[in-house]
């Protein structure tokens, strides 16, 4: 089965266990895993809007895209649609969907005030019903093509991070240098921005919509200094945003999900104790203590943690 199948199997389980009926999405990261679409990347702040709709006892999805292009085969051609602004046209196309109108439970996982009297409308028996963290529970642990696929960001994130540091330029020349060597490597997309400041040299891409990301400190003292060494051997499962406190080192840490980009848990010294580790979780692992300063994507297993970015770039 298809990976995008395998991750909507997942969401509508979750779904389906909270009670939901039918779910309209918003946020572009639930939209990939639930979809498999490439969509074209956007930057900078949106309107919620209800991009993709979900029958969660049928699994029929209806999709925002003018176009086919990156649309997997499951998703039928006349279950697209192009952009509007226009709220009659919204509404027409929501109540176009088989089961909104019956509906007890719509689930959504961003709001608006438009979009609450809209989907009042379309759905007037309706409870409607946030469920970001319905579907970021599902996230939460990775199945193997997954684990995969963000193996291979790590890879081009790390190529971007081998690239500044070997350029002998400026701190501009040598993030742009960094950029480039993304690009060439699978990605232009970032996950985040790019860090290039004096030794400190981070970087992180989106390639098949999961991050990657790798950060390191140019040292040719102490080349192999990992000041989250002990950080990273700590994350097994059951071990409690407690437990890795205890682990960490003196200085700035941090611990938090990755996947479709930055995801829960998210733990520090200040937040997430309570948090547990399981099986097959990915975790962005960074710290900083004095001059060196280091990040790695790490896979909780049954035993010992796994680093999928590349420890030499």
């Known amino acids: 089965m298809s990976l995008h199948l ?21 946020r572009q990261d639930h939209i990939n895993y639930i979809t498999g679409a490439h969509q074209l990347w956007t930057a900078g702040t949106r309107p919620f809007g209800p991009v993709c709709t979900l029958n969660v006892a049928t699994g029929e999805i209806f999709l925002l895209s003018t176009w086919d292009e990156g649309v997997p085969d499951d998703i039928d051609l006349d279950h697209l649609h192009g952009i ?16 909104m109108a019956t509906a007890n439970s719509v689930g959504v996982d961003a709001w608006s005030p438009g979009m609450a009297g809209l989907l009042s409308a379309v759905a ?15 996230r939460r642990t990775k199945l193997p093509s997954e684990v995969d696929a963000i193996r291979a960001a790590c890879a081009v994130a790390a190529a971007g991070v081998e690239a500044a540091l070997a350029h002998p330029g400026s701190d501009t020349a040598r993030l742009a240098a960094g950029v480039e060597a993304m690009a060439l490597a699978g990605s232009s997309t970032p996950a985040g921005e790019p860090r290039v400041n004096g030794p400190f040299v981070d970087f992180s891409c989106l390639r098949s919509h999961y991050e990657g990301g790798l950060g390191r400190t140019a040292n040719e ?3 192999n200094a990992r000041p989250h060494s002990d950080l990273i ?30 995801e829960p848990p998210v733990i520090n010294h200040r937040y997430g104790a309570g948090e547990v580790l399981e099986a097959n979780m ?17 896979l909780v297993t049954e035993s010992t943690p796994e680093i999928l970015s590349p420890e030499e770039p």
């Open 233 to 262: 051997a700590a994350c097994i499962p059951g071990a409690t945003g407690h437990d890795l406190r205890q682990a960490a080192p003196d200085g700035d840490w941090l611990v938090r999900g990755s996947g479709m980009g930055f």
């Open 124 to 138: 007037p028996e309706a409870e409607i019903v946030p469920v970001d963290d319905v579907l970021l529970s599902a």
């Open 282 to 298: 990915v975790l962005s692992v960074s710290a900083t203590t004095g001059a060196e300063y280091a990040r790695d994507t790490v």
């Open 6 to 26: 395998q991750r909507r199997a997942r969401a509508v389980d979750a779904l389906a266990a909270a009670g939901i009926d039918m779910l309209v999405c918003g």
């Open 84 to 99: 509007t602004w226009n709220g009659a046209i919204i509404y027409q196309r929501l109540a176009a969907n088989p089961g």
């Open 221 to 223: 003292a102490a080349p």
